[in-house]
């Protein structure tokens, strides 16, 4: 089945948005390790995007993997998720987009924790967060 796109002005998601939230989803900057407000975030729930509240991250999936960014070992749906080559700052790295609203989160890197042995690194002004009830 088809993702539905969220397509909105850049002018739109500029007033939707906290100015880093924007920053890091629109024009995928990233945040400062150890500062973003889920990095050492241990509450049971789930994460969504920022920009368009797709579910996209659970809390039983997150680890503390050093890096200072929220990590996670799998995507709630990989149908959520969206990959593509970043090959910005002299590096070649998987980019991690939000598949509803093409929002940047971060990126996924394979030296991650069994099951999966995968490590999505995703900023948190890319989330919000939503505790389990």
Not at 30 to 50: I, L, M, S
Request: aromatic share 10%.
């Amino acid at each position: 089945m088809e993702t539905k796109k969220l397509i909105r002005s850049d002018a739109d998601w500029r007033e939707q948005l906290e100015p880093l939230s924007y920053e890091v989803t629109r024009q995928a900057a990233t945040e400062r390790a150890f500062t973003g407000r889920y990095w050492d975030h241990h509450e049971a729930g789930v994460y969504h995007c920022v920009c368009c509240a797709t579910p996209l991250f659970a809390s039983d999936t997150k680890f503390d993997s050093g890096c200072g960014w929220p990590s996670y070992f799998e995507a709630i749906d990989p149908a959520n998720v969206a990959e593509r080559v970043d090959r910005s700052h002299g590096m070649i790295r998987t980019e991690i987009l939000c598949k509803v609203c093409d929002a940047h989160l971060g990126h996924v890197f394979p030296d991650g924790p069994p099951p999966t042995g995968l490590r999505y690194c995703i900023n948190s002004a890319a989330l919000t967060f939503t505790p389990n009830p």
